[in-house]
């Protein structure tokens, strides 16, 4: 039985426990190594989540192993340790959520086996405004990310025709997600009912491919264009989180290019990333999802793509919002600005006599 490690991070000091648990067994991948990943890749994950209630997905006993979600922060927490209240109607009572603003937020919540983080799409500050529209594009066997893949372009284009910018990322596990910041004023209302009239328009021009219906029997070989995930109740795998699987995969962001090398190539091995991987396409790469904080962009109007749904459906003429986008010229591509990451905090530790115990 091992001793906690009691270390400094950022002037706070924290006791950190059972880091030679094995949390991957698959893997041989430890609490420890859980731990230093997420000190390791703060300076680019911190920003993402700064300010936003936080859903911890807890594996006290490893990835392979039961887990819980925890909503309100734990009593026992540092008093340093800030937190939101939020009221929560379903639960006619107000939850405080974490908020990891900082290194030593984050480091703790690495300590209770928080292996994914989740966080909401609005800040805690306007907690009814998101400040993005995601997508989330979860494949039904055999279907993999290959087939995402397509389903991603066709979303990119579709917000093309719009002048909107989209960014792809892993979600760490078996799909594609896209994300299209707003940072403007809007309601989930808006974004939900917009994301759900694209998935069914994609469903209704694809649908040997995609599929709106959130049933599992209709999924099979057939992308699911989540659009559900746009609600204040809901949060989706935050960017750069590890995910819960046999290996410690990365929700990472990736370029578009990447996708549609995916999809030329038909291998979905291109787009699995694992800690260290993740780490290394930050320090060679920056963060590729800096833009989504703070690109101030306005949800298109509902009615334009209500209407082509309508019209389409009722057989009339005309030609259909993902037809014109896949039909108008890729405009020239922007170099994304590199980021120069910054550089990683490390923490100093000593070990101090004490009884282990359990997270």
Request: hydrophobic fraction near 35%.
């Amino acid at each position: 039985m091992s001793a906690p490690t009691i270390v400094e991070v950022q002037g706070r000091k924290l006791s950190l426990t059972n880091l030679d648990k094995v949390l991957y067994p698959s893997a041989a991948f430890t609490k420890g190594q859980v731990v230093d990943y997420y000190v390791r890749i703060a300076p680019v994950l911190v920003p993402h989540l700064a300010g936003r209630p936080l859903t911890m997905k807890r594996y006290p006993g490893g990835a392979d192993q039961e887990y819980f979600f925890e909503k309100n922060a734990p009593m026992h927490r540092p008093d340093w340790v800030k937190t939101a209240p939020v009221w929560s109607e379903g639960n006619k009572r107000t939850i405080n959520y974490l908020l990891a603003n900082d290194l030593p937020t984050l480091v703790w919540i690495a300590n209770l086996a928080s292996i994914e983080l989740h966080p909401s799409l609005s800040l805690s500050t306007d907690i009814a405004t998101p400040t993005m529209i995601v997508f989330d594009l979860d494949p039904g066997p055999p279907a993999n990310i290959v087939q995402c893949s397509q389903v991603g372009l066709w979303v990119r284009e579709i917000f093309d025709h719009f002048g909107l910018q989209t960014f792809p990322k892993t979600s760490g596990s078996k799909g594609l997600q896209i994300y299209i910041p707003l940072n403007t004023k809007t309601t989930y209302e808006q974004t939900k009912s917009f994301a759900h009239a694209l998935a069914r328009l994609l469903e209704h021009e694809h649908s040997e491919l995609v599929v709106s219906d959130m049933k599992k029997a209709v999924r099979s070989n057939k992308v699911f264009v989540d659009w559900s995930q746009n609600d204040q109740h809901k949060t989706t795998i935050s960017v750069y989180s590890l995910r819960a699987r046999e290996h410690p995969t990365v929700s990472t962001p990736v370029t578009w290019d990447e996708v549609e090398q995916v999809l030329k190539k038909k291998d979905a091995g291109r787009l699995v990333f694992e800690a260290k991987d993740a780490l290394a396409r930050v320090e060679k790469m920056g963060d590729l999802f800096e833009p989504v904080q703070k690109l101030k962009q306005k949800l298109p109007q509902l009615a334009g793509l209500a209407a082509e749904s309508k019209k389409e459906k009722e057989g009339g003429e005309g030609v259909s919002i993902v037809a014109q986008a896949q039909a108008r010229p890729r405009a020239e591509k922007k170099t994304p600005t590199k980021t120069t990451p910054t550089k990683t905090t490390k923490t100093k530790g000593k070990s101090a006599p004490a009884k282990r115990r359990k997270v």
